[in-house]
């Protein structure tokens, strides 16, 4: 059972950065999967921030977040990172870390392990 721990979220000033981690757990193939991120703040449905191919080669970046965000992902410690920086208050959110069997996707419907979910919260 493939298992997705968030953490690095917290309370942040505009402008300021955080770096997301998601370790994964549950069986080595996880190293093949494409990997995620998504966030969902209040009132406003799930959506795509960034997503990373198994290898790393590849990246797809919302172009909300392009140029302040960057997905990598270490596959010897299993684990994928979102570095943001520049942060907005519209960055505010549940920030979700997701795998996928499927090649680089940004379709929430093609992933098929979730983590719980880590909160980043941006203040004025």
């Known amino acids: 059972q493939v298992q997705l721990v968030e953490s690095g979220g917290g309370l942040v000033q505009a402008g300021g950065s955080l770096r997301l981690s998601c370790a994964a757990s549950g069986g080595t193939f996880i190293r093949r999967y494409t990997m995620g991120w998504f966030r969902q703040a209040p009132g406003k449905e799930r959506e795509f921030v960034a997503a990373?191919?198994?290898?790393?080669?590849?990246?797809d970046h919302a172009d909300s977040v392009k140029g302040r965000f960057t997905i990598s992902r270490d596959n010897a410690e299993n684990t994928v990172y979102l570095q943001m920086n520049s942060l907005k208050l519209e960055d505010t959110a549940v920030y979700y870390c997701?795998?996928?069997?499927?090649?680089?996707?940004?379709?929430?419907?093609?992933?098929?392990?979730w983590g719980q979910g880590t909160q980043v919260t941006v203040s004025s």
């Open positions: 997701a795998g996928a069997r499927s090649p680089l996707t940004p379709w929430a419907s093609q992933y098929d392990y």
């Open positions: 990373i191919n198994w290898s790393g080669g590849s990246t």
